[in-house]
């Protein structure tokens, strides 16, 4: 034994990071709110650019996941680690910049996601320049808790510590590889990599993204939290063991699992769907662990509203890593995908799981940090049923839309024609089905608020002991202790030797990463090339840039699987090798609209001028947005030739010093779409962006179609 | 040994005790289930290849008589993209016909496709199909005019057909054309995109049967899509029927005449 030291937990840091997590919750499930009603109201986005559906989506799921799960995370993460490795934090000053510098890439995201400042990529939406932030803050996060187990006074480091140290690693990595990108301008880059290979890499991010961010800290705050909350111990030190390695070992390579079905080489996703389902029993085993804690508990758990949540929480997470294996697998998928069940699904993992989860936690630290009770039991009682039914309502509704629009599209008649050819016919059908949806994520955010409230009053009841003094002996060394590698369960010895323990953490979670991506660049038939399929026309990157920028993506996917019902309604599937220009690969996760991989040259450019313009008036009962900024904007051609540039030296083919005569190009072909749209009755100049973006349009899937395809003699 | 249950460890973090329970039996039997699962699924699919990877079922689904052939280089006009309409020999099936010719233009004929297709070839694939068509090898090395679409003739010949006149068909017929064809012809037909239905003129044939072929094969040139598929051949029926009931209505806001003026009554 060392002698006993006096020192002081860090509370103030805690509490910061309480507030943010409280507030941007409430702002994320508001924005939610707003977007959920907009899919069937889309008047509500009132003709404004930066309210429109597609570009608030990736502000709801970015605001949900970094801005209230991620700061979650560090307030569970500041206040744990002192506690368990019996010291302060490393630094004072890392923890402020921490927190501030969170909180400043939050609302950089909250003004550049609306006005459509965006890379395209789900959930990495962010571009460069906050993307560089996002990293140093990171780092500065990760010095800040890798020297705090350097200082500790405890030995061994809890599980928990070990789910921190893998989250703080692989987020890390996820981030940085997915992030390469190439500046065109401040506001605006380009991917490194391309269509499948852009693909492969955006949802090995994507799904980790799941996995590191909103699963494994998550347990970890689990592992402190339950046991705190419920007074039990934990229920199997060797479960922890085993599901903690198996869970970061297979996480890593199930990403394929988005994209099964597409132009993805088989390999990838069979990889993608084995591993999927190998995650059932380690993630059950995290289960497992947090409800059989509670044995001897459950008495409590009928009257200790923390403990409820706790408990729905963890069945959330049961329920939802049962469920992802099960999409993961092909036949399931192909019913599944680009419908309404996985917006189910990943709200039963972040409303379940990390929601609730967050709420017990809140509940059960604020009364500690202000030396106090709950304000009102009563209140978080209510707030647990209005949480658990709003969740029901929400997810109840999304389930049947899923499986409804999904057999709908699949459904043939008699005479072999597909029996719903129109597909605004398979969306309309799921309108009731949103409006419940809206329903339950307004008594999500009804429960939320009234949270704040009761958080608040219980506050104020109390005082904040921002530095709480602790005692603990110091470290000794293992020799002075008489403990050897031999001594204990082997895998003490590793909790003891966070050196050791990080650098196999970074082993066995790059193995799946590296075996997918590598051969995915290095083995050409991966991406066999399809000889007709040409760069974009200056015009016509313009243009993608411009459908990238709306998030269009956000609810039409752009790559047709090898179904029957899809070559009938959208034409011949998609091929790798159709991709290789496309930075950033836009193939969409959600099919609200249907596919425009083979868009160009279905509708004449009057249809697409006036459906920009008016949805419903070329598409009656339509419940897309009407976009007519886009009409009346001047395209900004000042990039063009950077952009030109920017894609030559990501290897696109355009001649040498093409960049200089791009301009000319990009009016000629604009002054031929003015002159087609004027034959038609509409006259507009063709310096406009609606110009651009009908060009790209009409570009998507004809290349394959050969002979008319521009770029082609 | 007798089996261990809750036995507490010496491990205490902050007041959080572990114990040291065996892991749940059927746990470990389910995570060896997945993992069995799943050697068992990579080597059917990807080393013993018995599985059908997406495009064999694909393929199979289009075709229930499809057969994978052994791919040796020497695979259809798009190498390993072989879709199911070309048969094993390399043969373009009257199934891809039709498909590619409403990519490439109706006009297009099966020898055409197959000098696109040497246009497009790799080396082995160009070499088998020269080897196959030499005829059509030597045509388009002289050119390749073949390749050019013809001039499409202005109207088809088509089977004469009658007119349904009945009260419910015209309703459904009615009932189409609001639903699918309004966007482009305008709620009273008057024309917006697409032309005018209501007046004298039209540009691929005025009677019923020139209106019901329209409607099947589309216009896809002008952006009028095939609705052969989207609505069947009684549909479409009962949609030209529809629009035959149009003529001379005079609607506000008329699209200017296009195509060739006829005389009404018609022959």
């Known amino acids: 034994m060392g002698k006993l030291e006096t020192f002081y937990y860090d509370n103030k840091i805690v509490r910061d990071f309480a507030i943010a997590t409280a507030v941007w919750g409430v702002v994320a499930m508001l924005v939610g709110l707003i977007v959920a009603i907009e899919i069937y109201w889309p008047a509500m986005s009132m003709d404004i650019s930066w309210l429109v559906f597609s570009r608030l989506r990736p502000l709801h799921t970015n605001a949900a996941i970094f801005a209230f799960v991620g700061n979650g995370i560090f307030m569970g993460v500041y206040y744990s680690l002192q506690r368990l490795l019996k010291t302060r934090m490393f630094s004072d000053l890392l923890s402020k910049i921490h927190f501030w510098g969170w909180q400043l890439i939050i609302l950089l995201a909250a003004i550049t996601l609306p006005l459509g400042i965006t890379v395209g990529k789900e959930y990495a939406e962010l ?65 490194v990599y391309a269509g499948v290979q852009d693909a492969l890499v955006q949802w090995w991010y994507g799904h980790n993204a799941v996995a590191f961010f909103l699963t494994t800290p998550y347990l970890g705050l689990m592992y402190y939290f339950l046991p705190k909350a419920a007074d039990r111990p934990i229920y199997s030190y060797r479960l922890s063991i085993i599901h903690f390695w198996a869970l970061i070992f297979l996480y890593i390579w199930a990403g394929p699992h988005h994209l099964l079905y597409t132009a993805l080489p088989d390999w990838a996703q069979s990889l993608g769907t084995v591993f999927s389902v190998m995650l059932i029993a380690p993630s059950w085993g995290g289960m497992l662990n947090g409800l059989l804690t509670l044995r001897g508990a459950w008495d409590r758990v009928r009257e200790d509203p923390i403990l409820k949540f706790m408990v729905v929480a963890v069945t959330a997470y049961g329920m939802s890593t049962f469920e992802g294996p099960m999409l993961a697998i092909k036949n399931i998928n192909a019913l599944s995908h680009y419908t309404d069940w996985t917006v189910a699904h990943v709200h039963v993992g972040t409303l379940g799981w990390n929601g609730l989860l967050t709420f017990g936690i809140l509940y059960w630290l604020i009364p500690k940090l202000y030396n106090t009770k709950l304000y009102s039991v009563k209140g978080a009682n209510f707030h647990f049923w209005i949480a658990t039914l709003g969740m029901i309502f929400y997810v109840i509704p999304m389930y049947w839309a899923g499986v409804t629009q999904g057999l709908m599209w699949k ?63 110091a470290l000794v060394s293992d020799a002075e202790e008489g403990l050897s590698a031999a001594s204990g369960h082997w895998h003490r010895w590793l909790e003891r030797r966070p050196t050791q323990f990080f650098i196999l953490a970074v082993v066995v979670v790059l193995v799946g990463g590296l075996v997918e991506i590598i051969p995915m660049y290095l083995i050409k038939s991966n991406v066999p090339t399809i000889s007709s399929v040409q760069p974009y026309t200056p015009l016509e990157l313009e243009g993608r840039d411009i459908y990238v920028r709306e998030g269009c993506y956000t609810c039409h996917s752009q790559m047709i699987r090898p179904f029957r019902n899809e070559t009938e309604r959208y034409g011949e599937y998609s091929k790798a090798g159709e991709f290789v220009y496309d930075h950033p690969f836009q193939w969409g996760s959600k099919r609200t609209g249907p596919d425009l991989h083979r868009v160009g040259g279905k509708y004449p450019d009057s249809w697409h001028y006036n459906h920009m313009l008016q949805p419903t008036s070329m598409s009656p009962g339509s419940i897309m947005p009407p976009f007519p900024w886009i009409i009346k904007d001047d395209l900004n051609d000042s990039h063009t030739a950077a952009k030109i540039r920017a894609m030559q030296a990501l290897g696109v083919p355009y001649p040498d010093g093409y960049d200089e005569v791009a301009l000319d190009d990009l009016k000629q072909q604009a002054n031929k779409i003015a002159m087609a749209l004027k034959t038609d009755g509409i006259e507009v100049e063709s310096g406009k962006e609606i110009i651009a973006l009908i060009a790209y349009l009409q570009r998507l899937g004809i290349d394959i179609k050969g002979a008319n395809a521009p770029g082609t003699n | 040994m007798a089996k261990k249950k809750d036995v507490l460890l010496d491990h205490d973090y902050d007041g959080i005790r572990e114990l040291d329970n065996e892991l749940p039996p059927w746990w470990v039997y389910l995570f060896w289930i997945t993992i069995i699962f799943s050697v068992v699924y990579m080597f059917h699919y990807h080393v013993f290849r018995t599985g059908d990877l997406q495009i064999a079922e694909y393929n199979k689904e289009i075709d229930p008589n499809w057969k994978p052939v052994e791919a040796d280089g020497t695979g259809g006009f798009l190498g390993i993209y072989r879709s199911p309409y070309t048969s094993p020999k390399g043969d373009v099936t009257p199934f891809i016909e039709e498909q590619f010719a409403s990519y490439v233009g109706p006009e297009l004929t099966s020898d055409g496709l197959i000098m696109e297709a040497m246009r497009r070839a790799d080396e082995p694939t160009l070499n088998k199909l020269k080897a196959d068509f030499p005829d059509l090898f030597k045509q388009l090395s002289a050119g390749g005019a073949a390749i050019v679409p013809k001039k499409a003739a202005a109207k088809e010949t088509v089977e004469p057909m009658e007119a349904l006149t009945d009260v419910a068909s015209i309703n459904k017929g009615k009932d189409i054309f609001t639903k699918n064809c309004v966007s482009c012809h305008g709620a009273q037909g008057q024309g917006g995109i697409g032309p005018n239905l209501t007046d004298d003129y039209w540009i691929h044939g005025a009677d019923m049967a020139h209106i019901a072929h329209t409607i099947t094969v589309g216009v896809p040139a002008k952006g009028m899509i095939t609705w052969r598929g989207v609505l069947s051949p009684e549909q479409i029926k009962q949609a030209a029927s529809y629009i035959l009931t149009l003529h001379g209505t005079n609607p506000p806001n008329p699209k200017a005449p296009q195509g060739e003026k006829h005389t009404y009554p018609l022959q």
């Open chain 1, 411 to 473: 459904q043939f008649t008699a005479e072999g024609f597909l029996k719903y050819p129109i597909f605004l016919e398979t969306v309309l059908q799921l309108i009731p089905m949103y409006w419940i949806r809206s329903l339950g994520g307004l008594m999500y955010l009804t429960g939320a608020c009234y949270m704040v409230y009761i958080l608040y009053k219980t506050a104020k009841s109390g005082s904040l002991t921002a530095n709480e003094k602790a005692e603990a002996p």
């Open chain 1, 127 to 191: 571009e460069w320049p906050i993307d560089i932030l996002i990293t140093i803050i990171w780092v500065i996060f990760g010095i800040n808790m890798i020297g705090t187990i350097i200082k500790r006074r405890e030995k061994h480091m809890y599980v928990a510590i070990w789910f921190y140290i893998a989250t703080f690693f692989t987020v890390a990595i996820l981030h940085l590889g997915n992030s390469i990108e190439i500046p065109v301008s401040l506001l605006k880059s380009y991917p």
